[in-house]
């Protein structure tokens, strides 16, 4: 079993070391490096492959290692091998700067490190020898273990749609496919193979995906005569239908399924496995396979973005972050199943990525703050463009439990609050804690010249703008009038501005012109561009500049 990755120079990663286990899920933003610490994998079992295939006993061959050709690099395709570098940077002060890899494990003979290094000769190619220990002419290099030359590693991405036809390819060129990531092309092959080869197997397979998908799968057939694979499955109700018909999630797991069953002792690289499953689907398949990789000494490491998966994983398998360095978030206990027990966990990790969090009443709220900080052009918008959200409902005992449970994982942590006006501001809450002076964050878009320019679109005439004004003014007045004989004032800050004024006027606008309503709360923040810039009352700007000082304030990883 691997135990740990460390890299060097790969990619996005400059330093990096990834503790692994039997299960190992790595999680965080895109182009955070998951997926070049699961090439960087490959990279290393290809080196090693390499180096055990052509070395010699020359001081030569250690000095100028073996070439691999960027063709040979199926899990990597690059079209220059200097993009495997970090930054494309190859050399520095005249020297090369080299790619390292060590990879660490536990096997039958105890604990074994493996480390090798690449250097760029031009862009077709790359060498690899054993890492240096030390510097010289002739530093010694670190030995590869016996261990290490057994290890067996697959990378398989997400599946991107089953081929019409499927020729029927030697065991070779299944892995050349898959290693390209063309996982499409080989399916009915992997059931072939263990259909032909391994009958129990097939079976479990067979029982597996009935248990999952309440599919019967068919055995593979190969039509000698045009050298191609056929595939079949009956449905629940008994149909027989290709393959091809199978959904893409069906797909993608009978993939990984019967990859995992015909390649027992194989470290699965897995790429977003979640990928095409609906969230039921992703914590039972999620578990079927950790439970089948164990059972046949296999390992697995997937990166994903799934909230199941990544519950499934702190509870029980190793969880790693890719924020700032990557680092293991799980295994705290206590804290960790506190917070499981009431929120997602990637909010822990986007505590660590962004260094503060936002507490809005909803998310209509946030979509109309963006749109006061574009149309102000106020330094705001460049925090509310991907914030750390979570959406609380004006409630405050929610930001109470939520803040302090984030303090716990981050005590840096930095955090504002911003509620509807409420009755009372309880103390101490946590984070900064701003309410609206007015009813809430609609009352500043409700104005008559606003509901007019907005009929009227984008402040110009066109040949319906009259009739459209006109439906526009009818429908403030009647609006105005049904509310005036219930005592309310429609302009007023007190009043509820979306259930009280917005969202009649604009269902009675829709009458009058007869059309679908196709305007509702969730685009009120589209009124924003008819008002004003100096018609926008200055506590809107008070709040952005709140909401940019937190910003500024934060404190994400960086390690």
Known sequence: MLTSLEIRNFKTFSHAEVELGPVTVLCGPNNAGKTAA?????????????????????????????????????????PSTNLLWNG????????????????????????????????????????????????????????????????????????????????????????????????????RNLCFQLAETQRGLWNELVERMRQLFGITLLPPESIIARGEIAMAYRDRNGARLDLSSAGRGQQQILLLLAYALA???????????????????????????????????????AASHSEVILEEAAEKEVLVAFVGKPHRIDGRGALLKRWLADYPIDHLYQAELKGYVLYLEGATDLSVLRAFAEHLGHPAKEALESPFVHYVANNTDKVVRHFHALREAKPDIAGLALFDRLERIPRNLGPTTLVW????????????????????????????????????????????????????????????????????IFRRYFETTKQSVMFRKADYHELVAFVRPADIDPEVTDKLDAIHAVFQDARPRRD
């Not at 040979?72 to 395709?77: K, Q």
């Not at 002792?265 to 979640?274: K, Q, R």
Request: with cysteine.
């Open 88 to 187: 494309l940077r190859t050399r520095a002060a005249a020297q090369n700067i080299r790619i390292e890899i060590t990879v660490r494990g536990i096997g039958s003979e105890g604990e074994w490190a493996c480390g090798l290094e690449f250097d760029y000769p031009g862009q077709e190619a790359i060498y690899c020898r054993p890492l240096r220990l030390g510097d010289g002419k002739s530093p010694q290099r670190m030995p590869i273990p016996g261990e290490a030359g057994s290890v067996r590693i697959a990378l398989l991405p997400a599946m991107s749609g089953l081929a019409a036809v499927e020729p029927k390819w030697e065991p070779g060129r299944i892995d050349v496919l898959i290693g390209e990531g063309q996982t499409a092309q080989v399916l």
């Open 263 to 301: 390649n027992p002792g194989t470290v699965l690289l897995l790429d977003e496995p979640d990928a095409h499953l609906e969230v039921v689907r992703q914590r039972e398949i999620f578990n079927v396979l950790s439970d089948m990789t164990r059972r046949s000494g296999s390992q697995i490491v």
């Open 437 to 504: 002076a007015r009813r809430e964050i609609e009352n500043y878009l409700l104005r008559r010249d606003v509901l007019i320019a907005w009929a009227r679109g984008l402040m110009t005439q066109d040949l319906f703008s009259g009739s459209r004004i006109a439906a526009m003014e009818d429908s403030i007045a009647r609006i105005e009038a049904a509310q005036r004989e219930l005592g309310k004032d429609i302009w007023s800050p007190d009043i509820k501005a979306t259930d009280d004024v917005l969202d009649p």
């Open 38 to 78: 699961l090439q960087a994998l490959a990279l290393w079992r290809a080196g090693v492959q390499s180096w055990l295939a052509e070395r010699s006993d020359s001081k030569a061959n250690e000095r100028t290692g073996v070439q691999i050709n960027r063709r040979d690099l199926v899990a990597i395709p690059v």
